[in-house]
T-cell receptor, first 110, second 112 residues
Framework: EADIYQTPRYLVIGTGKKITLECSQTMGHDKMYWYQQDPGMELHLIHY???????EKGDLSSESTVSRIRTEHFPLTLESARPSHTSQYLCASSDMHEQFFGPGTRLTVL | SQQGEEDPQALSIQEGENATMNCSYK?????LQWYRQNSGRGLVHLILIRSNEREKHSGRLRVTLDTSKKSSSLLITASRAADTASYFCATRSGGSNYKLTFGKGTLLTVNP
């Protein structure tokens, strides 16, 4: 079944740890996105990719980095997590207009 | 800068009533989309309206677009408790830019 997956769903870690949030889609979409969303707030685009080996920073500055080595995989990495990184991270993919979202990763940095 | 602004921020109605949410944006768009988000989950696409369209229907959803006023509305008719969620409008400016800019959302609560 075509879908978009994110792991882990929940992550609680200590300050200074390196983390990678995984995102995979089986729809063959070229375009993929990472959003950051605080509770009850709007989504902010932090990274996007229009294809393999192509990544761009989004509208909201983020200390995270991304890679796109395979079409289906778009992981996000934080080298040294801080409490200010506590948020929900949503991954999405699209073909043309409509974006398909994963369930999100809720990150808490203590 | 914020592109979409939903109004109201929160709406509480009884089952069976209609719910109307509004969205305003600032710059010219290629299309406007509405998404739904259940608490703590990802977003689900509801409907897309192109800049040359004025109204679109999908089941119990009706979307209007007024490009002269840079505004859109989402109407949910005969609401159900299961419609309780946050609703976001998102705009795409067009060209080779496929990014969407989301508004702050309207939290809809439908009471049984």
């Amino acid at each position: 079944e075509a879908d978009i997956y994110q792991t882990p769903r929940y992550l609680v870690i200590g300050t200074g740890k390196k983390i990678t949030l995984e995102c995979s889609q089986t729809m063959g979409h070229d375009k993929m996105y990472w959003y950051q969303q605080d509770p009850g707030m709007e989504l902010h685009l932090i990274h996007y990719s229009y294809g393999v080996n192509s990544t761009e920073k989004g509208d909201l500055s983020s200390e995270s980095t991304v890679s796109r080595i395979r079409t289906e995989h778009f992981p996000l990495t934080l080298e040294s997590a801080r409490p200010s990184h506590t948020s929900q991270y949503l991954c999405a993919s699209s073909d043309m207009h409509e974006q398909f979202f994963g369930p999100g990763t809720r990150l808490t940095v203590l | 800068s914020q592109q979409g602004e939903e109004d109201p921020q929160a709406l509480s109605i009884q089952e069976g009533e209609n719910a109307t949410m509004n969205c305003s944006y600032k710059t010219s768009i290629n299309n406007l989309q509405w998404y739904r988000q259940n608490s703590g989950r990802g977003l689900v696409h509801l409907i897309l309206i192109r800049s040359n369209e004025r109204e679109k229907h999908s089941g119990r959803l009706r979307v209007t677009l007024d490009t002269s006023k840079k505004s859109s509305s989402l109407l949910i008719t005969a609401s159900r408790a299961a419609d309780t969620a946050s609703y976001f409008c998102a705009t795409r400016s067009g060209g080779s830019n496929y990014k969407l800019t989301f508004g702050k959302g309207t939290l809809l609560t439908v009471n049984p």
